[in-house]
């Protein structure tokens, strides 16, 4: 018995000592469990990857996150990629023009752009004037139209074909009556912010649909050398959301990016968990259309599938998901209005040389360029409750900056000049371009309102109908798209006209819809997710209101995989003990 106890000892050592051979070798030169482990973990380094792993399996021990990924979504139809600017800090014409150009030629839609009160109500309350310079150097300080640089900003973008999210921040000086309160506090008077809030988007109804209401609330010194107030914000929210509807009730109100922070002093950090409930606890639920995060990977790659409240990586947000569906706002998206890496590590300076070295994350020029579509990409697929994502950020006015570490999330390098009227691209940019001058828009798992920008519409015009998720639905006689995955239905209504579905290249079928109510009408079933190109067509104009896209590749083949793997496993171990207990043993 004792020989036998050290010969499965010694077999059992030296399988052991195998698989950590192979496992090594396989890490070392980036095998199939290479990629395995960095598709959890968003580590590329061996030991990260294995004390990735390792903390992988806490999120099986712990509550799981209910995001509801199939509910009906809203303010998430629109084209998604967008990126940060800094337009109000340059001055020529040209160079603006060649900015927009390279953010458009790139495949960037949306501009995540600040429209500084502190720039716009200089002078003193209700004064949207200038008289800080002396533009004429007779000595006397000129008086100009506060109004003039963002308006030649809101024509430019027009002209560009793009979008702008103004983020509505940085209160004028003397909005408060004590210096010593922060740049970046919230005024004394909050009418006075809410009365900028309404001007602005008066100047601009019409013209611009989406507004941020500050920025960073939750953390230091974004709201302030004072203690952060989740009651002093929600007031701000929902006092600026009454305005700013009662200007224009098709306004899309996004409330400040959540700061992620593990932080509980209250003062340089508000734990964002514990923030956002609270938010939701003063009622605060009710003035914002959108969620907005940031999203910052820091230390770890976008592909980071570890959930610990205590950790923040570029998943953060399916928390926020999951408190916002515990307090009935699964029809809300977010919006990621900030996310990068940080490609310090191949500044020019040395890393004592630049403050904050490794605050935002250490990553290189290659990494932040590598990661930077496959994070996007990942938005597509796994989040369909995400909306906007914004790069942070495209350039800065010069390289005066370069000793701090926000510096190098740039995607391109601040040397535009007269006589080089361009931007120097950074391998970033390139990225960028590649991947969303290429993309194809496809659905993936989720419902998804017909007016989503991956869906062809062609002669489709939403219009107010009873029974539509969100009040409108598409009406149109063809749509088509490309979805991603093992079922497919519509939600359709129609007149009496005849329904055509037409799934790749199979023979057009008549679809049995009946007259005069709402339907979830099944597309396409399978067992495995798959590319599916779908259209639909009618002799007469029907009303399309969203679609769902399921994948149940797992419950459907990978489940029973394992559990037939798993009695196979069990199995072999009972016949070899079988076999090796029934031998003949020697006398």
């Known amino acids: 018995m004792a020989r036998m106890a050290r010969k499965w000892l010694y077999l059992t050592f030296a399988f052991i000592l195998a698989a950590g051979v192979g496992l090594s070798l396989d890490l070392a030169f980036r095998g199939a469990v290479w990629w395995f482990f960095w598709s959890q973990t968003g580590e590329e380094q061996p030991l990260g990857q294995v004390r990735g792993m390792v903390e992988l399996l806490g999120n099986l021990i712990r509550p799981q996150l209910n995001t509801a990924p199939l509910a009906p979504i809203q303010h998430a139809h629109d084209y998604p990629f967008g990126i940060n600017t800094f337009l109000q800090k340059e001055v020529e014409e040209d160079k603006l023009r060649a900015m927009l150009a390279m953010i458009r030629d790139a495949g960037f839609v949306w501009l995540r752009q600040e429209f500084p009160w502190e720039d716009l109500e200089v002078d003193g309350r209700g004064q949207f004037t200038d008289t800080r310079n002396d533009y004429d150097g007779d000595g006397v300080k000129d008086t100009i139209d506060a109004w003039l640089k963002y308006d030649r900003i809101v024509d430019l973008v027009e002209a560009h074909g793009l979008r702008l999210l103004v983020r509505l921040s940085n209160p004028p000086a003397w909005s408060r009556a004590n210096p010593d309160i922060g740049d970046l506090a919230p005024p004394d008077d909050l009418q006075d912010f809410v009365n900028y809030a309404t001007a ?217 000049q007269p006589d080089k009227p361009t931007f120097t691209p950074l391998p970033v940019y390139e990225s960028a371009k590649a991947y969303l001058t290429t993309l194809t828009p496809t659905l993936y798992r989720g419902t998804h309102q017909a007016e989503h920008w991956a869906i062809d519409r062609q002669d489709g015009q939403p219009v107010p109908i009873d029974g539509a998720q969100f009040d409108t639905a598409l009406r149109l006689t063809r749509a088509s798209w490309l979805a991603h995955g093992s079922t497919v239905s519509a939600r359709i209504k129609t007149a009496g006209g005849r329904i055509t579905l037409t799934v790749g290249d199979a023979p057009p079928q008549p679809l049995d819809v009946p007259s005069g109510a709402w339907v979830s009408v099944p597309l396409v079933a399978g067992r495995t997710a798959a590319a599916h190109a779908i259209t639909l067509t009618s002799d007469a104009p029907f009303w399309l209101d969203s679609v769902r896209v399921e994948d149940n590749t797992w419950a459907n083949v990978g489940l029973p995989t394992f559990v037939l793997a798993a009695w196979g496993v069990f199995a072999v171990g009972v016949l070899a003990w079988g076999w090796h207990t029934r031998r003949p043993r020697a006398l």
């Not at 007031?235 to 593990?262: F, G, Q």
């Not at 928390?319 to 029809?331: E, K, L, Q």
């Not at 996310?339 to 290659?366: K, M, S």
């Not at 926000?406 to 391109?412: L, N």
Request: hydrophobic share 40%.
């Open 200 to 416: 602005v988007a008066t100047r601009y109804k019409g013209r611009i649909t989406h507004y941020q209401v500050w920025n960073e609330p939750n953390i230091y010194p974004e709201w302030g050398n004072q203690f952060v107030s989740p009651a002093g914000y929600a007031e701000m929210l929902c006092r600026t959301y009454d305005a700013l509807k009662a200007v224009d009730p098709h306004i899309v109100v996004v409330s400040a990016a959540i700061a992620p922070t593990i932080s509980l002093d209250g003062y340089f950090g508000y734990q964002d968990l514990v923030y956002l409930q609270n938010l939701y606890d003063l009622g605060a639920g009710r003035c914002f259309d959108v969620l907005s995060a940031q999203g910052y990977g820091l230390f770890s790659g976008p592909t980071d599938r570890r959930l610990r409240a205590t950790t923040v990586n570029f998943a953060r947000h399916t928390f926020y998901r999951d408190i916002m569906v515990s307090n009935g706002d699964a029809h809300k998206p977010i919006w990621i209005s900030e996310f990068a890496w940080n490609a310090v590590e191949d500044a020019a300076l040395p890393p004592e040389h630049i403050a904050d070295y490794d605050r935002f994350g250490i990553a290189t020029r290659d990494e932040a360029a590598r990661w930077l579509p496959i994070a996007f990409q990942r938005t597509q697929e796994e989040w369909s409750w995400v909306g906007g994502v914004f790069y942070w950020f495209f350039t800065r006015a010069d390289p005066s900056e370069q000793g701090q570490s926000f510096y190098y999330f740039r995607m391109v390098e601040p040397d535009y």
